[in-house]
């Protein structure tokens, strides 16, 4: 039986690195993985981060239709109870909220 895990990220990037961290480091199947909005809103995140800034240093004026940072992410992983430690402290590393 599975245990479902989840944390809010302010960034699309810190989601991400938490999942590659999981499916990498711990052998956590990606399809047991999930990033979604945490409201009914699309949205990248809350903070400008890394392809979200132009030339590395101006903020993006426009998205051209890309999502806009209007929310958190929240990232869920369905594991054995045996790696929840493990998927918890994943996600405390790349700055994930208990959910």
Known sequence: MSK??????????DAEMAVEHLVQEHKIDRKAVTIAPVSDENSAGTETAGADIEDGRVAKTHTDGEPKLAGRLKVSADV???LADKVETSFATYGGKAA
């Open 4 to 13: 479902t895990i989840a944390a809010t990220f302010e960034t699309r990037r």
């Open 80 to 82: 054995d109870p045996s």
